[in-house]
């Protein structure tokens, strides 16, 4: 940020009065221009075949990490709820019909400005196809996983939550809220 | 938003190439500049004094709702996670020291472009002293919430979660995170 957004005059880095923190301070009109971490929103959606849990991935056709894995997830939109964005975002990228289940991992990234939550979901059908922002849209396996090519920390460990979650419920257990935090230094396994 | 901050042309609003919704677009720079919505993460603390289990409440001195009643809670900072956020509103506002359990309520306000993260915590002692942006910081047990001066929905909606909660957790049952969605035609009862 190098002008102010309401008059187009020089913006500094200050401290402003009764603040603790650096912001861009307009020179002129004297605007205080705050910065706020953004979220991310996505879904863990599943399909049970021949006794198996898979989940869907997308393949993402975009930077930051073309070519690799994710689940669908994108930036929030001003005007809508967690849950709405959860399942816009989940058609937008998988084209994939979902029931959408409860919030399954909140994860702050705090070098990168974002928290990214997550939701379980399940497919109504399998008539998913990739969007405009996806290569490819497949059912993994826990065992079929890509983990070496899954584009971020924070979507490999909500499926290695989900994976860990799936014995437990499968042994009478119930799927419980995740919260982690992600720091610089940390890297998928 | 009038003008671009990287260049300071002016802006329009127009639908970029690739996307579905209107954004701020520099005229000459051709900037796309997103608008997401905001996260405003706080606590519910509580001190059980003679078998009774109160919560802290703090009397806004700032606009909006200067007056009112609210929990301590503010907006999200760049570079830190949301329970660190968390923390720190609960220092600045009510310079309570707590120990910080899980996240408890997670609401969205569309209307406002804003979600409100909220945490259960216990205070560590009473040693807790309204910090500049409020008038007063006091405990309050169920019956003695001014539910009329509650600042906003998101506050009376996680009180009332809890002292629910609270009633089941007596008789063996647990906290559970609450989601919920505001609308703009939503008023506190």
Chains 1, 2 share one sequence.
Not at 44 to 65: F, M, Y
Not at 151 to 173: C, H, I, W, Y
Request: glycine share 4%; with cysteine.
């Amino acid at each position: 940020m190098k002008f102010c957004s309401a008059c187009a005059a020089p913006v500094i880095l200050k401290v402003p009065a009764e603040d603790t923190r650096e912001r861009f301070v307009c020179t002129r009109c004297e605007t205080i221009h705050y910065q706020n971490p953004n979220m991310v929103v996505g879904t863990l959606p599943i399909w049970n075949l021949q006794g198996e849990t898979k989940v869907l991935l997308c393949k993402r056709a975009i930077e930051p990490r073309y070519g690799y894995w994710t689940l669908p997830a994108g930036f929030m939109e001003n005007q809508e709820t967690c849950r709405q964005a959860a399942q816009r975002e989940t058609i937008e990228e998988a084209g994939a019909n979902i029931q959408l289940h409860e919030l399954y991992s909140v994860l702050s990234v705090p070098h990168v400005d974002q928290v990214h939550l997550f939701y379980r979901a399940t497919l109504i059908d399998t008539n998913y196809l990739a969007g405009t922002e996806s290569l490819e849209v497949a059912l993994f396996a826990e065992h079929e996983i890509p983990w070496e090519e899954i584009a971020f920390p924070t979507v490999s460990q909500t499926l290695k939550f989900f994976f860990e979650d799936l014995k437990n419920v499968r042994s009478g257990g119930h799927f419980q809220l995740h919260e982690h935090d992600f720091y610089k230094s940390h890297r998928p396994d």
